[in-house]
Nanobody, 127 residues
């Protein structure tokens, strides 16, 4: 089992920056891919960014690739999402998700592929 705990959400203004963190515990060494998803009210949960835990390959949604950066700290079993130039449309609940498999481009963005999920953290960007 892997437990995921997100932190760092909050209320910010458009243009501000925010960093989310996801701490993995339990059998964290078994993780192959960790991703950040977000879900706004009435919308589907979609991938924001993901990272291959051992090789460090990163994946980004087109809407965030020039503004967000995902990174990992293997020593502390933590994945961070640095979010810059935030927009009101970034408002959502952000979820950390993990799976033991190492996903590729064709599979990384499907929520159903991830077995472990955190409880989510709210990010609200005011205009």
């Amino acid at each position: 089992q892997v437990q995921l705990v997100e932190s760092g959400g909050g209320l910010v203004q458009a243009g501000d920056s925010l960093t989310l963190s996801c701490a993995a515990s339990g059998r964290a060494s078994s993780v192959g891919t960790i991703g950040w998803f977000r879900q706004a009210p009435g919308k589907e949960r979609t991938l924001v960014a993901a990272i291959n835990w051992s090789r460090g390959i990163t994946y980004y949604a087109d809407s965030v690739k020039t503004r967000f950066t995902i990174s990992k700290d293997n020593a502390n079993d933590t994945v961070s999402l640095q979010m810059n130039s935030l927009k009101p449309e970034d408002t959502a609940v952000y979820y950390c998700a993990a799976d033991e498999r190492q996903f590729a481009t064709a599979t990384v963005n499907y929520p159903r592929n991830y077995y472990y999920w955190g409880q989510g953290t709210q990010v609200t960007v005011s205009s």
